[in-house]
Protein backbone atom coordinates (compact mmCIF):
# COMPACT_ATOMS: atom_id res chain seq x y z
CA UNK A 1 0.00 0.00 0.00
CA UNK A 2 1.14 3.78 -0.66
CA UNK A 3 -0.08 6.86 1.16
CA UNK A 4 -0.01 10.52 -0.10
CA UNK A 5 0.60 12.45 3.22
CA UNK A 6 -0.54 15.93 2.93
CA UNK A 7 0.74 18.53 6.66
CA UNK A 8 -0.66 21.96 6.76
CA UNK A 9 -1.07 22.57 10.24
CA UNK A 10 1.63 24.57 10.79
CA UNK A 11 3.52 27.36 8.73
CA UNK A 12 6.37 24.59 7.64
CA UNK A 13 4.17 22.60 5.30
CA UNK A 14 5.50 19.02 4.12
CA UNK A 15 4.42 16.37 1.50
CA UNK A 16 5.27 12.96 1.50
CA UNK A 17 4.62 9.94 -0.88
CA UNK A 18 5.15 6.25 1.61
CA UNK A 19 4.92 2.72 1.10
CA UNK A 20 4.74 0.34 4.09
CA UNK A 21 8.67 -0.36 3.66
CA UNK A 22 10.04 2.58 2.63
CA UNK A 23 9.67 6.79 1.40
CA UNK A 24 9.26 7.09 -1.89
CA UNK A 25 9.37 10.86 -2.56
CA UNK A 26 9.02 14.06 0.13
CA UNK A 27 9.07 17.41 0.06
CA UNK A 28 9.12 20.38 2.80
CA UNK A 29 9.06 23.76 3.16
CA UNK A 30 8.50 26.93 4.91
CA UNK A 31 4.77 29.15 4.44
CA UNK A 32 6.33 31.90 5.71
CA UNK A 33 7.88 32.31 1.93
CA UNK A 34 5.19 30.85 0.29
CA UNK A 35 1.30 29.96 1.04
CA UNK A 36 0.57 27.13 1.08
CA UNK A 37 -2.48 26.83 -1.57
CA UNK A 38 0.36 28.09 -4.00
CA UNK A 39 2.61 25.57 -3.37
CA UNK A 40 1.01 22.42 -2.78
CA UNK A 41 -0.68 21.02 -6.04
CA UNK A 42 2.50 21.88 -7.78
CA UNK A 43 4.48 20.45 -5.35
CA UNK A 44 2.12 17.17 -5.24
CA UNK A 45 2.43 16.19 -8.80
CA UNK A 46 7.05 16.74 -8.35
CA UNK A 47 7.00 14.33 -5.79
CA UNK A 48 4.67 11.63 -7.56
CA UNK A 49 6.80 12.03 -10.53
CA UNK A 50 10.39 11.96 -8.51
CA UNK A 51 8.62 8.48 -7.63
CA UNK A 52 7.32 7.29 -10.76
CA UNK A 53 4.13 6.81 -8.84
CA UNK A 54 0.37 7.93 -10.35
CA UNK A 55 -2.03 9.31 -7.73
CA UNK A 56 -4.69 6.25 -9.08
CA UNK A 57 -2.05 3.92 -7.57
CA UNK A 58 -1.84 5.01 -3.51
CA UNK A 59 -4.15 3.32 -1.19
CA UNK A 60 -5.04 6.29 1.01
CA UNK A 61 -4.83 10.12 1.25
CA UNK A 62 -3.46 11.16 4.40
CA UNK A 63 -4.06 15.14 5.86
CA UNK A 64 -2.91 16.41 8.92
CA UNK A 65 -6.57 17.86 10.80
CA UNK A 66 -5.19 20.07 13.42
CA UNK A 67 -4.63 21.46 16.06
CA UNK A 68 -3.19 24.32 14.24
CA UNK A 69 -4.08 27.19 11.71
CA UNK A 70 -7.30 26.89 9.97
CA UNK A 71 -6.11 28.44 6.85
CA UNK A 72 -3.65 25.97 6.72
CA UNK A 73 -5.60 23.01 7.50
CA UNK A 74 -8.12 24.42 5.10
CA UNK A 75 -6.02 23.81 2.39
CA UNK A 76 -4.89 20.63 3.20
CA UNK A 77 -8.27 19.34 3.74
CA UNK A 78 -9.31 20.56 0.52
CA UNK A 79 -6.75 19.39 -1.57
CA UNK A 80 -7.20 15.45 -0.05
CA UNK A 81 -10.32 15.71 -1.13
CA UNK A 82 -9.88 17.05 -4.55
CA UNK A 83 -7.78 14.85 -5.39
CA UNK A 84 -9.57 11.59 -4.39
CA UNK A 85 -12.79 12.67 -6.10
CA UNK A 86 -13.60 10.53 -9.10
CA UNK A 87 -10.07 7.95 -7.85
CA UNK A 88 -11.96 6.44 -5.21
CA UNK A 89 -9.19 7.15 -2.87
CA UNK A 90 -10.11 7.30 0.88
CA UNK A 91 -8.89 10.31 2.88
CA UNK A 92 -8.04 9.65 6.45
CA UNK A 93 -7.72 12.75 8.76
CA UNK A 94 -4.80 12.56 11.63
CA UNK A 95 -4.41 14.26 14.37
CA UNK A 96 -1.24 16.99 14.44
CA UNK A 97 -0.73 15.84 18.32
CA UNK A 98 -0.31 12.39 16.86
CA UNK A 99 1.65 13.47 13.93
CA UNK A 100 4.31 15.09 16.37
CA UNK A 101 4.64 12.26 18.97
CA UNK A 102 5.49 10.03 15.90
CA UNK A 103 8.59 12.12 15.86
CA UNK A 104 9.78 10.44 18.91
CA UNK A 105 11.15 7.05 18.73
CA UNK A 106 12.85 7.17 22.78
CA UNK A 107 11.59 4.79 25.15
CA UNK A 108 10.53 4.78 28.84
CA UNK A 109 9.68 8.53 28.96
CA UNK A 110 6.47 10.01 28.66
CA UNK A 111 5.94 12.53 26.12
CA UNK A 112 3.94 15.91 25.54
CA UNK A 113 2.80 17.21 22.41
CA UNK A 114 2.34 20.88 22.69
CA UNK A 115 0.98 23.15 20.40
CA UNK A 116 0.42 26.89 20.89
CA UNK A 117 -3.36 27.99 20.93
CA UNK A 118 -2.16 31.64 21.79
CA UNK A 119 -3.13 34.04 24.58
CA UNK A 120 -1.28 31.28 26.80
CA UNK A 121 -3.81 28.58 25.67
CA UNK A 122 -2.18 25.45 24.61
CA UNK A 123 -3.39 22.13 22.81
CA UNK A 124 -1.61 18.91 24.17
CA UNK A 125 -1.71 14.80 24.43
CA UNK A 126 0.44 12.59 26.23
CA UNK A 127 1.81 9.30 24.64
CA UNK A 128 4.20 6.41 25.62
CA UNK A 129 5.47 4.43 23.27
CA UNK A 130 4.31 5.76 20.67
CA UNK A 131 0.89 5.06 22.16
CA UNK A 132 -2.08 7.80 22.92
CA UNK A 133 -2.77 7.45 26.91
CA UNK A 134 -4.66 10.98 27.68
CA UNK A 135 -7.21 12.85 25.55
CA UNK A 136 -6.80 15.52 23.33
CA UNK A 137 -6.75 18.65 25.94
CA UNK A 138 -6.87 22.18 25.12
CA UNK A 139 -5.88 24.22 28.37
CA UNK A 140 -4.03 27.25 30.03
CA UNK A 141 -0.63 26.75 30.49
CA UNK A 142 -1.00 27.09 33.81
CA UNK A 143 -3.54 23.61 33.88
CA UNK A 144 -0.82 21.64 32.09
CA UNK A 145 1.69 21.53 34.96
CA UNK A 146 -0.62 19.31 37.37
CA UNK A 147 -1.32 16.71 34.50
CA UNK A 148 2.66 16.54 34.86
CA UNK A 149 3.77 13.84 37.54
CA UNK A 150 7.05 12.35 36.16
CA UNK A 151 9.76 12.81 33.51
CA UNK A 152 8.08 13.87 30.48
CA UNK A 153 9.79 14.86 26.86
CA UNK A 154 8.19 17.92 25.66
CA UNK A 155 8.02 18.11 21.79
CA UNK A 156 6.39 20.40 19.16
CA UNK A 157 5.42 23.81 17.54
CA UNK A 158 4.66 25.36 21.09
CA UNK A 159 7.90 24.34 22.58
CA UNK A 160 9.65 27.51 21.72
CA UNK A 161 7.10 29.68 23.23
CA UNK A 162 6.46 27.74 26.45
CA UNK A 163 9.94 25.78 26.88
CA UNK A 164 11.66 28.57 29.81
CA UNK A 165 7.70 28.22 31.78
CA UNK A 166 8.02 24.81 31.51
CA UNK A 167 11.23 24.19 32.97
CA UNK A 168 10.77 26.98 35.97
CA UNK A 169 7.81 25.14 37.11
CA UNK A 170 8.29 21.22 36.34
CA UNK A 171 12.41 21.26 36.96
CA UNK A 172 13.75 17.81 36.49
CA UNK A 173 10.49 16.37 35.61
CA UNK A 174 10.93 18.48 31.96
CA UNK A 175 12.87 17.11 29.01
CA UNK A 176 12.91 18.88 25.33
CA UNK A 177 13.78 17.15 22.49
CA UNK A 178 16.10 18.45 19.24
CA UNK A 179 14.09 21.67 18.05
CA UNK A 180 13.89 19.30 14.39
CA UNK A 181 11.16 17.26 16.43
CA UNK A 182 8.97 19.92 16.81
CA UNK A 183 7.91 20.35 13.14
CA UNK A 184 4.57 17.84 12.49
CA UNK A 185 5.89 15.55 9.49
CA UNK A 186 4.16 14.51 6.15
CA UNK A 187 6.05 11.20 6.30
CA UNK A 188 4.13 10.51 9.27
CA UNK A 189 0.93 12.14 8.55
CA UNK A 190 1.13 8.83 5.56
CA UNK A 191 2.01 6.46 7.87
CA UNK A 192 -0.57 6.98 10.78
CA UNK A 193 -2.78 6.88 7.83
CA UNK A 194 -1.69 3.19 6.41
CA UNK A 195 -1.85 2.39 10.00
CA UNK A 196 -5.74 3.77 9.91
CA UNK A 197 -6.22 2.32 7.04
CA UNK A 198 -5.10 -1.12 7.44
CA UNK A 199 -7.35 -0.72 11.01
CA UNK A 200 -10.30 0.88 8.85
CA UNK A 201 -10.65 3.64 11.22
CA UNK A 202 -11.12 6.28 8.58
CA UNK A 203 -11.87 9.87 9.64
CA UNK A 204 -11.77 12.89 7.54
CA UNK A 205 -13.33 15.38 9.94
CA UNK A 206 -11.61 18.93 11.02
CA UNK A 207 -11.31 19.19 14.71
CA UNK A 208 -10.59 21.83 17.47
CA UNK A 209 -7.95 23.81 18.34
CA UNK A 210 -7.29 26.44 15.63
CA UNK A 211 -5.06 29.34 15.92
CA UNK A 212 -7.10 31.55 12.83
Known amino acids: ?7 TSTTAGSL ?20 HSSWIIGEIDHILNLSGI ?4 TSVIAVSTGPGSFSGIRVGYATAHGLSAGLDIPVIGVLT ?8 REKGMQVCSIIDGRKDKVHIALYREQRRVSEHITCNLSNLFPLIDQKTLFVGPGVP ?52
Open 16 to 35: ALVSEEEVLASSFYSSLHLR
Open 97 to 104: SDVISYNI
Open 161 to 212: AYKDRIKERLADYAFFSPSFHNIPQATNVALLGLIALKRDKESSRLVYGYLD
Open 1 to 7: MIALGIE
Open 54 to 57: KLSE
